[in-house]
């Protein structure tokens, strides 16, 4: 990790990576937070880190068939430590990816280990993103042999003829049914739209905005 | 090699977490071309999530649509919300290809896009590009005319800041039941009379003249425009002092000839005198929309009414 790049002549050199990461690092902490100037300079100094091809990988050899797993999880909780606590981090004392490979081979891999191969309740409950209410719904309930077919007919049996009412406001022939079962069917927004004479736009908007209000309507109907 | 001119690019390293979400939403699909897409669109949805982590970026991962199976079953989309700023598009790409799709359904309503490219093992997703318009007419760009993620960081910047519409005074709404109104504050007739397109409102739409004439109720309105739209949107709000010690208090959005829907995604809030959302509404393909509560005097609210990034927040004591 202290190998430096040999050293160019010092009147036109370009500067190596050591300099521009300690330099993105400063300019990420001399930048208010939440600013352009200390996202961009966040973005660029994570980027750089990940590509360097100089970020340690510890315990190589060890956790054969997760050993990538671990490592992503850990550099997960690497880049978002960095971004979070960049001022933490003193230009004085080290190099940036010193500092960098000091917390990934102390603190992060060894964080991100249980993650993986630990508890399975642990993984889902200490996780960065958490499982999102419909997936939770969804996953306690038994699902129907086929949730996609039951989601088709749904729209075919039209319980309550809400899709079949939903239409264009000029054109009230052309419903949200008519649109979603000729989409269904595979057919292209422009073939629909040359055929029924009207814009793209106005059908691909009015399908999506017929959806969003729908979805709720469709959850109930699968899930009984 | 010089370091500075890069392109300004994201890795963001995929997780077990991540995939096994994507695969449980995935399995919904019976369609092995349909899962296949649901199952990349929820890695795009949470690499971009997690880059938002990164940059302190506020979101709601978990209302995007990419959770729903009825909606990935009907459309193409992988939206995330950016927390009061409106949603982006989270564009899937294979890693070794210069063209992106974005499907028609998925360009409605959209702050912008992004392009996330996926490799095959789905260990790394790396964000690629930006745009905040789709120029091109179809569902197919070219990764060379976006921009990187600088001026997605630019574009967040300006949404963020764009000037919320803070009214400075705070509206002493029991002075209105003395009959003293703040100015701006109008009655309903004087709100409309400007407007000659729909003069007759007041008397024959769904609000009955008598409840405006009740004593113990008053109503008082203000309109509110937002950049970009012809209309202005109606705030209102009614007083019912009946009961002494509570006041209950209707506050409502309209468009002034209460007959136009309001602006898909409109959104009001009742914020509590900490400033946290204590009730909220989203206009979805609606005319009115109408939030009833109640208070006693001295007690603070304010109330949000936003569209997009930009909002107007108005203060209120009892």
Known sequence: MEDRDIQQPSDDRVPDLDEVLRGLALEAQNSPPGSRQRRRALTRL??????????????????????????????????????????????????????????????????????????????????????????????????????????????????????????LRQMPEITFKRIAIRRLNGESWKSISVDLGVGISTLSDFYQRSLSEFSEFIKDYVQT | MNYSHHELTFNVPITQLMRSQAEHVSQCQDDSHKSRQVYRN????????????????????????????????????????????????????????????????AQYDKLGYIAVALDDDSKEAILRGFSENLVEDGDLFSLQNWDDLDLFLLKVEEWENQPSMVSSQVTQLSQWLRGWVDAGWQSLEALVAPEQQAPAWVVRGPMKSQEISQDSVIKRGKLLHFEGMDEAIALLISLDSEIAQEMDISVEIQSLDRRTELPLNLEISILNDEGQVVMQALAKSTEHIKLNFSGQP?????????????SFLEHFVI
């Open chain 2, 42 to 105: 929820v890695l795009a949805v949470l690499a971009v999530n997690y880059y938002c982590q990164c940059m302190g970026i506020e979101t709601s991962v978990e209302s995007s649509t990419v959770w729903d199976p009825a909606l990935q079953f009907f459309a193409n989309s992988a939206d995330l919300e950016l927390k009061n700023l409106g949603r982006v598009e989270c564009c899937a790409m294979m890693n070794n290809q210069t063209k992106i799709m974005v499907s028609r359904e």
């Open chain 1, 46 to 167: 994570v980027q750089l880190t990940r590509t360097s091809g100089r970020l340690c990988r510890p315990y190589l050899g060890q956790f054969p068939h997760v050993y990538d797993e671990i490592y992503n999880e850990a550099l997960q909780l690497l880049f978002i430590y960095i971004c979070d606590r960049i001022d933490a981090y003193n230009p004085q004392r080290s190099p940036f990816l010193r500092w960098v490979n000091f917390l990934l081979q102390r603190r992060f891999f060894n964080q991100a280990i249980p993650k993986i191969i630990g508890d399975r309740r642990e993984v889902s409950s200490n996780s960065l993103t958490p499982l999102p209410r419909v997936q939770q719904q969804l996953s306690t309930k038994v699902l129907p042999p086929s949730l996609s077919e039951a989601i088709a007919q749904c729209l075919r049996e039209d319980p309550d003829g809400l899709f079949e009412r939903r239409s």
């Open chain 2, 298 to 310: 001295q007690e603070e609210f304010g109330v949000k009414v936003a569209l997009g990034p930009v």
